[in-house]
């Protein structure tokens, strides 16, 4: 394992909250107590990235080993560690919580990806309560005798209430729109900060005081809940795929109506980094003292006994092929050309003898590195086991989805939920959220204009895509009048597509971009 220190060499808890002098303090004649040492390991976001399950398994053990004696060690997760519909998939994600130990997590909009009964079978072993205030499914549905609204964690003495938040705009977020009605989520999320507090004053009156809500609301809804409840003390949160290093008043350091600190951490997206918060409390449960540090997965090697135990559910993989080489993957996912969706979606292009293809940004969840390629390697680039399809689509449907998706991206503060990214097209737009220009390129690479001011109702292309991008109106095409209209729908995801496409390659494969989406308004910094 590799030997990173994800604390720095400093006292244990080292930055003090510049209001924790105004706190009440306890009356002078009660006998002080010991400061209570809290050290937690936090992720989210994960996003099945199994491989990179196997590297925060040993991130784990160092934190277990490493944490000094006397402290209250508890390890969360904040949602969306499961996705896709493959049922391979979500047994792992469930597998690498149990061995992790995580105490808890919370449903995420992943989480959903697949219905109640069929999930809920998957998890049936597991050793982590599953959280959800916000959530109050039918008693019919087997989703609701797993999941829990809140509960106490109990370590050393001292109790902690833990609450969990699901996404309130979940029904954005999934392609099983005919299953959400049964959930009974609670979208106005005023309505979840008053459930939130009503939860907190029932801890309060069991004498809890320290108070930690697993989050998968998004960043600003976050912060909202921090300054307008009493009594939170910690918000580990997820959903915006925030990476909020260190303490910082206003960014993850706020304070709640009658003054007493909050603070929110998130660790990014797909694995890549984890968090380890350390903090004191005082007699009352307020924090005194804080340390937020965010540890980089990749510096750990993969755990040998994770990766035996997913084996056992995934199967053996099979080595497909070789990369030469790889650019690098691009800054912001969701509004640059990604050289390695154009690979992937290139491969469904040629494989499947399509004129275009077309994939949401999102989708891709990991990357290409140079060397062998295995199934492992492409499921989890490729994680989410939606269906690959063929259609034919008009060429209006085609501007008119791209352009709603450019203006969306680019207007959005997080550039979510991103371009659409293109095979047998190209297109450029700028930072306003104008779509520019369009062409359509033929696989003799000639380029034709694109009216795109009055694009053709009676010109059609053929189009491999999947059926999440060709429906979803918040991350996909929005086209889900076309789905019925499918030539051909494959049991399978790009990955297999992928596979198929590096198998029969001849020269050495170099994934690169090649400016087939171009955003006038920045400046090409392409890497390779």
Sequence with gaps: MNNYNIYPKINFLSQHLSKSQQMPQADSDKKKQ???????????????????????????????????????????????????EDEKQIKVANNFLNLAGIMATVMGNHECDMPTE????????????????NINPSKDNPISKCIEKSYIQEINGHKYGIIGLVPHDLALHVKLQEHLPDLHIESDFNKTIEAVQNEVDKFKKQGINKIIVLSHSGYKQEVKLAKQVKGIDIILG?????????????????????GEPVVITQAGRDGKNFGVLNVEFNDDGVITKAQNNIGKTEAYGRSMIARKEFENVLGKAEVVGKIASCEKFPEDMYLQENAHC???????????????????????????????????????????ANKVLVVDLPEDEIVHAIKRRVENSTKSTSHRP?????????YSFNNKGELLSM???????????????????????????????????????????????AKKIFDYDKDVVVAEYIKKQTSPIHIKSDGRII?????NTKTS
């Design 34 to 84: 010991a400061p209570i040492k809290t050290s937690i390991f936090y992720m989210n976001d994960i996003h099945g990235q199994n491989i990179r399950m196997e590297r925060l398994v040993n991130a784990v053990n160092q934190f277990d080993s490493f944490t000094p004696e006397g402290t209250d060690k508890m390890k969360f997760a904040s949602g969306d560690i499961m996705l896709g």
């Design 118 to 133: 069929q999930f809920t079978k998957l998890i049936a072993d597991k050793k982590y309560k599953f959280l959800g205030l």
């Design 238 to 258: 997820a959903h915006t795929h925030n990476l909020l290093e260190g303490i910082e008043e206003n960014k993850n350091l706020f304070y709640s109506p009658s």
């Design 342 to 384: 154009d690979f992937m979606i290139d491969a469904m292009r040629d494989v499947l003898g399509t004129d275009i293809a077309l994939m949401n940004a999102a989708n891709i969840r990991g990357q290409f590195e140079a060397g062998r390629v295995d199934t492992r390697d492409l499921a989890v680039i490729s994680p989410f």
């Design 418 to 426: 991103g371009i659409v990214q293109v095979s047998g097209l190209k």
């Design 439 to 485: 062409s359509f390129i033929d696989k003799n690479n000639n380029e034709t204009p694109i009216d795109i001011k009055n694009p053709r109702k009676d010109k059609f292309y053929s189009v491999s895509t999947d059926d999440f991008c060709l429906i979803s109106e918040d991350g996909g095409l929005g086209l889900a009048h076309r789905l019925k209209e």
């Design 519 to 523: 955003n006038v308004d920045v400046k």
